[in-house]
């Protein structure tokens, strides 16, 4: 059997075809178009189908199913997507509408989590079954990988952990709670903290970089500096290896798992940011000093672990 | 088949024999003396055992398992406890000196998620899957059930949920970070508030209260108070509520559970507390308004909670 797996994301409807085992034999994508009409984004999605099946003559008898990666709540046993942001998909029978072009089973999870799945069949957790996956972006999305499979809660809406509040009379956040993980430790955070630590320190060497590097403020800023030995840098990767280092503490104490992945742009950084955040993290956390702490580890498969969990779901 | 529970407690050795759906036949307790030798707990273990097979005349072969709840992580493929809290069984192979005494499938798991499975099977949370407990007393503890099991993580020590962070650079905890949850909706922090608050109004209605009622500030004063219309308990019943649904809606957004589960001293307030509590953690959570909420509720069993899901860890 093979199995089809489909992110539905905000930019790309991105489609792969895979083996058991989640190996990609072929992918393709559209842009999502977000705002038509649901029916129209579901031939979309169709199409992203026909088109692996076709590059790899997979017939239809040996597709075993079709995931989909949703980025908002759903219901698996109807078919119903409850509410998506940023797309015009809320109150739609997603399986319903698919089903009138492909009648396969289908199961759909939030696209974090089938992150978390892609890389925990396929990816930096391959072999382990109790996973956390933190993606660094824009926000902190997260997913849980528990005993092998998605962990969604009852809604489809679980592992918000850039929801988690670290500093009860905080940053406001657009959720509407104070203090929120991702006020401090997602990417937009770090270029806030940056461009707030640049406006302190007028000598620092950042100032330089950036003018050499296009003029804007990013997330590689600090690091480059920092490891240049550029105090004011090295001041704002300490502040936010804390920030960072705070909630993935609470994720151990409360998940203890073998492995968490660390996602998304500033984890391009690698072993210079995750060694750092990992010694942290463990020496804050509540476990026994005499077992080993959870391993962190970049995230390997970049955009195509959406596809590959959202394919996993129905295979696994 | 019928299923033998141990909670292996701090002060006593609760012990359970129970039906498959969860049901107690008997149960009996021991002093724990935890710092005896290993063997002589183990010992006094194999004794409640005994005990309760013979007050029910369930022969040895229709003994399925015995599960046990251990404050602390082990290793449940060698039976090795690694490590426990105020008691002398750190390092210690209790499966195998146990098997010297009766020799059944054994199961460890942390006492406070057997506590959570407890009430899954047979108390506030009957037929629900997914559902987190939390144990509002001394600090804060924590369960999980995650479709039907108890979630452990890969070394038996998740779940601490009294260690997750609300403010960063808060009041100091025994585990080293700051900020901790149970510094703040612990039923110590309710009373250390309560104390805090007294001090500031000399003129509040619980000063002639803790007179008249043993003279000892406790976790009922303030509620007993506010209820009557003490304007001073009301701000203490505010804040420690507002405290106690940070860490609730931290959990929503984190595990999204269909129920959760307050036990512990402080949950005998009841409706007038949770009803409280679920509203302010649900108006933060980052859930969908579309889709209903986590729906709390008191824990049912008592100190049986612990018995039972020790019991079922064999069962489920």
């Known amino acids: 059997m093979y199995y089809i797996g489909v992110d539905v994301?905000?930019?790309?409807?991105?489609t792969?075809?895979?083996?058991?085992?989640?190996?990609?034999l072929a992918k393709t994508s559209v842009k999502t178009l977000g705002f038509r009409a649901p029916e129209e984004i579901t031939k979309d999605i169709y199409k992203t189908i026909e088109t692996v099946m076709r590059e790899t003559e997979i017939p239809l008898p040996e597709i075993g199913g079709i995931g989909l990666g949703i980025p908002g709540c759903f219901d698996n046993t109807t078919g119903q997507v409850i509410e998506t942001n940023n797309m015009n998909l809320s109150d739609f029978n997603l399986f319903a509408e698919l089903k009138k072009y492909i009648d396969k089973p289908m199961r759909?999870?939030?696209d974090a989590n089938c992150a978390a799945l892609g890389e925990t069949v396929y990816g930096a957790a391959k072999g382990y079954s109790d996973v956390i996956m933190t993606t660094i972006g824009t926000g902190i999305g997260g997913g849980?990988?528990?005993?092998g499979k998605v962990y969604?809660?009852?809604?489809g809406a679980a592992m918000e952990v850039g929801h988690m509040c670290i500093e009860r009379e905080g940053k406001p956040c657009n959720c509407g709670r104070c203090g929120c993980w991702e006020q401090y430790a997602s990417a937009t955070a770090l270029v806030n903290l940056t461009k707030e630590i640049m406006a302190q320190e007028p000598d620092s060497a950042m100032?330089?970089?950036v003018a050499q590097n296009g003029g804007e403020v990013n997330g590689r800023t600090v690091f480059d500096c920092a490891k240049k030995g550029?105090?004011?840098?090295?001041?704002v990767v300490d502040t936010f290896v804390d920030a960072l280092a705070t909630g993935l503490t609470?994720?151990?104490n409360l998940f203890q798992p073998a492995v968490i992945i660390v996602g998304g742009g500033v984890s391009n950084e690698g072993a210079y940011l995750l060694d750092k955040v990992q010694k942290a993290a463990q020496a804050h956390s509540y476990a026994s000093t005499k077992i080993a702490g959870a391993e962190f580890r970049k995230a390997a498969l970049g955009n195509d672990a959406g596809i590959i969990g959202a394919g996993m779901l129905l295979a696994e």
Request: hydrophobic share 40%; glycine share 14%.
């Open 9 to 14: 994301g905000g930019t790309n409807i991105a």
């Open 16 to 24: 792969g075809i895979m083996t058991k085992e989640g190996k990609l």
């Open 108 to 110: 759909m999870a939030n």
């Open 144 to 147: 849980f990988v528990c005993n």
């Open 152 to 155: 969604d809660g009852f809604n």
């Open 207 to 209: 100032h330089s970089y």
């Open 230 to 235: 550029d105090a004011a840098a090295n001041k």
């Open 250 to 252: 609470d994720l151990i």
